[in-house]
T-cell receptor, first 114, second 107 residues
Framework: DSGVTQTPKHLITATGQRVTLRCSPRSGDLSVYWYQQSLDQGLQFLIQYYNGEERAKGNILERFSAQQFPDLHSELNLSSLELGDSALYFC?????????????FGAGSRLTVL | GEDVEQSLFLSVREGDSSVINCTYTDSSSTYLYWYKQEPGAGLQLLTYIFSNMDMKQDQRLTVLLNKKDKHLSLRIADTQTGDSAIYFCAENGRLAFGKGNQVVVIP
């Protein structure tokens, strides 16, 4: 157990639908990161939050949004889902005061869009 | 394009050494990392090297850093079946991992 908790582990839904993925960071970590892993694109950085504020943005589609709440958990919202959104979505957290910026990853949420 | 370039499939016999490589773009990176992703799991930090070092040895792992060419390599000595995984290199600040190197260890 890495200390980063992601739910749900698996999710199957249909095109056009909307889903929310949830992440609880490791205790004491203020930064949360979201990544998408697919076979053809590899591991793509989507977005980072630090203490509730957006810190960095990567290849996140406009149909996707995220937020980090005061208790530091984060949610990734995926809407108007397409077949190509099927992927593993990872959350990671880090302690920004650690200096080395090591990321601790959750086990991922596997999304299948049919 | 990707900030970190790596995409390789490597098959290695148990007990042999394996070497995986990666190139990165951000010369200001303070740390460079190797992460390991076992089947069905998230990434775990394997090792990292501070950018002012050329080499770091950690048990069976040797990390080599060529700052001039922005090239990072990971050597795994006495490769074991538990080393079968996808290996990602990453640089701090860029948050980019690339496609990874898949290593399959044959018993």
């Amino acid at each position: 157990d890495s200390g980063v908790t992601q739910t749900p582990k698996h999710l199957i839904t249909a095109t056009g639908q909307r889903v929310t993925l949830r992440c609880s960071p490791r205790s004491g970590d203020l930064s949360v990161y979201w990544y998408q892993q697919s076979l053809d694109q590899g591991l793509q950085f989507l977005i980072q939050y630090y203490n509730g504020e957006e810190r960095a943005k990567g290849n996140i589609l406009e149909r996707f949004s995220a937020q980090q709440f005061p208790d530091l958990h984060s949610e990734l919202n995926l809407s108007s889902l397409e077949l190509g959104d099927s992927a593993l979505y990872f959350c990671a957290s880090s302690d920004p005061h650690g200096g080395d910026n090591v990321l601790t990853f959750g086990a991922g949420s596997r999304l299948t869009v049919l | 394009g990707e900030d970190v370039e790596q995409s390789l499939f490597l098959s290695v016999r148990e007990g042999d050494s394996s070497v995986i490589n990666c190139t990165y773009t951000d010369s200001s990176s303070t740390y460079l990392y190797w992460y390991k992703q076992e089947p069905g799991a998230g990434l775990q930090l394997l090792t990292y090297i501070f950018s002012n070092m050329d080499m770091k040895q950690d048990q069976r792992l040797t990390v080599l850093l060529n700052k001039k060419d922005k090239h990072l390599s990971l050597r795994i000595a006495d490769t074991q079946t538990g080393d079968s995984a996808i290996y990602f290199c990453a640089e701090n600040g860029r948050l980019a991992f690339g496609k990874g190197n898949q290593v399959v260890v044959i018993p």
